[in-house]
């Protein structure tokens, strides 16, 4: 069995020793600053990132974001903003050091896809029923300027709707009961026992309904 002599493993342990600092400093640091470019002003939650390495995130109050461990030498340093155009940047990144670069975006006219609220009628199986169903759309409810639930009912196609209104012909002959979360609605004669009202989704009443076709959902 060889034995490898003192001298080699003396060189060899100097040798480790001397890699081991280099290797750890094989990464810099880069400090970015987003600004506008008119204004001169920090741009805070602009996106900061380097495109080629997973590294990157949202500048801060003074538009600045640190990206750490970069790996040493030439990357291209880009910056994002909703409603400003983007910007790029070449950096250097020396072993153990911190380069700092400045961003300057532009103002940008940045068009977004429509959005759209809809409020549509509640589906069942007795949709094609012989029983009668009322819809409002979003443009007649447009037209109403966003009633209150009160002036809601009052303007459906039905013969009579109210909202915890004590006065109208259809409570009289009742106990004046009524709440501002009780609706009853006659639609089109059928009668509120057989009318189901839900407002965002929520019953208004208890009734032992015969049925669920006769629904007014908003959304």
Known sequence: MKFLPRHFLVLVAAALAWAAPAWTQATGTVVVTVVDDDSGQALETALVYIPTLDLGGMSDAQGQFTIADVPVGEHQLRAELIGYSSATATVVVEAGQTATVELRIKPSALLLEEL?????????????????????????????GSPQ???????????????????????????????????????????????????????????????ECHSLHRR
């Open 116 to 144: 759209a609220v809809t409020g549509t009628a509640v589906k069942n199986s007795h949709i094609s029923s012989t029983y009668a169903v009322a819809v409002t759309g979003r443009d007649k409810m447009a037209e109403q």
């Open 149 to 211: 639930a009160v002036d809601f009912f009052k303007n459906l196609s039905a013969s009579h709707g109210v909202i915890g209104e004590r006065s109208s012909w259809y409570n009289a002959n009742q106990a004046a009961t009524l709440s501002e979360s009780i609706a009853n609605v006659n639609l089109r004669g059928l009668g509120a026992s057989r009318t189901l009202v839900l407002i965002n989704s929520r019953r208004q009443t208890y009734v032992p309904a015969r049925c």
